[in-house]
C-alpha cells in the first residue's frame, strides 16, 4: 500500500513539474515574441542589435547601464534621465551628437522587459549564426586548398 502511494504521488509531482516546464516557456517565448513586435514598431527606426544606426546597437544594452531603473527611465523618457544628470546618458547623448532618444511614455516596464528580452535573444542568435558562418567558411576555405 505504502508503495502505491508512494508512485501515485512521483507521478503527481512529475505531472506538475511538466506542466509548470511547459507553462515556464511559454510565457518566455510570448514575452519575446511581443518584445519583438515592440522592437520592430517602436525602436527599429534608430536601433539594430548587432550593429550602430541612428542610435547604437542594443547588444548588451542591460550591461551598459548602471541599473535596470535607469535604463527603463531612459527608454521611456530619456530628457528625464539627461536632466537627472546621469553621468553614462550624458555622455551617451554627447557621443550621438546630441540626437535624442523618442520618448515612449507608453511602454509599461513589462513592455521594455519584453523588449529587452528579444533583444538578448536576437544577439544569442546572431552571435550563432556568426560562429556557424565562420566555422563553416573555414571548414570549405581549407578543403579548397
Known amino acids: 500500500m505504502q508503495h502505491k502511494k508512494s508512485t501515485t504521488i512521483t507521478r503527481l509531482l512529475t505531472i506538475i513539474t511538466i506542466i509548470a516546464m511547459m507553462l515556464t516557456a511559454n510565457t518566455a517565448f510570448a514575452g519575446e515574441a511581443e518584445g519583438q513586435a515592440l522592437f520592430q514598431s517602436k525602436c527599429q527606426k534608430c536601433h539594430l542589435v548587432d550593429r550602430q544606426m541612428t542610435g547604437p546597437a542594443l547588444k548588451g544594452v542591460r550591461s551598459r547601464w548602471a541599473y535596470t531603473t535607469v535604463l527603463y527611465s531612459w527608454i521611456k523618457n530619456s530628457a528625464s534621465v539627461l536632466a537627472s544628470g546621469d553621468k553614462y546618458a550624458n555622455d551617451l547623448f554627447k557621443q550621438y551628437n546630441g540626437a535624442a532618444m523618442n520618448a515612449f511614455p507608453e511602454l509599461t516596464d513589462a ?20 560562429a556557424a558562418g565562420a566555422g563553416g567558411g573555414g571548414a570549405i576555405a581549407a578543403e579548397e586548398k
Open 111 to 130: 513592455d521594455i522587459f519584453d523588449i529587452l528580452t528579444y533583444i538578448y535573444a536576437e544577439d544569442k542568435r546572431i552571435t550563432e549564426r556568426n
